[in-house]
T-cell receptor, first 114, second 115 residues
């Protein structure tokens, strides 16, 4: 089983649609969680950290379910500029793994079309 | 406040040559991380360094790869005797502190091509 697993997509949605991405992680001792986005051939850019209480930043909402080891990202009112690969990222920091190591999912490709 | 800087942005080497990749963290950040992204794959952790210390090198290949972060100057990822399989994008990230809750900010990457 992969340490961080995402549906690779691709998701093709029209502008204005709501789209949800899911992610599961294998290590129950994982400590922190993030969503990054990566545009083609560019560096990953931090979209948001994910907190147990859930958090929202504009059109983006992230949820964490520790019991199910599940993370989600909801994008409302999709824009063309949201087209990118969305990376689910976990800091496992347990069992001898240092807190410096981020573990990335394979990414979910989103294309928003007019 | 400049972000994480990496150079060169593109590097071409022939098999057997050495590659040196440099990373300057964001101002005020003393923790540096290197990741590798092979073509069509996800990012994989390589090494975590603080000034003059390697904290975690669990993701580094056992041979030919080394990293340092000297007291002065940028962090260096060094690949000796490169092979075609080393062709990838190498990303550096930095954070202000060494906590698992710290967000890591990435540089633009160095794209290494081995001929």
């Amino acid at each position: 089983r992969k340490e961080v697993e995402q549906d690779p997509g691709p998701f093709n949605v029209p502008e204005g649609a709501t789209v949800a991405f899911n992610c599961t992680y294998s290590n129950s001792a994982s400590q922190s969680f993030f969503w990054y986005r990566q545009d083609c051939r560019k560096e990953p850019k931090l979209l948001m950290s994910v907190y147990s209480s859930g958090n929202e930043d504009g059109r983006f909402t992230a949820q964490l379910n520790r019991a199910s080891q599940y993370i989600s990202l909801l994008i409302r009112d999709s824009k063309l500029s949201d087209s990118a690969t969305y990376l689910c990222v976990v800091n496992m920091a347990a069992g001898g793994t240092s807190y410096g190591k981020l573990t990335f999912g394979q990414g979910t490709i989103l294309t928003v079309h007019p | 406040n400049a972000g994480v800087m990496q150079n060169p942005r593109h590097l071409v080497r022939r098999r057997g040559q050495e590659a040196r990749l440099r990373c300057s963290p964001m101002k005020g950040h003393s923790h540096v991380y290197w990741y590798r992204q092979l073509p069509e794959e996800g990012l994989k952790f390589m090494v975590y360094l603080q000034k003059e210390n390697i904290i975690d090198e669990s993701g580094m290949p056992k041979e030919r790869f080394s990293a340092e972060f000297p007291k002065e100057g940028p962090s260096i990822l060094r690949i000796q005797q490169v092979v075609r399989g080393d062709s990838a994008a190498y990303f550096c990230a930095s954070s202000p502190m060494g906590s698992s809750y710290n967000e890591q900010f990435f540089g633009p990457g160095t794209r290494l091509t081995v001929l």
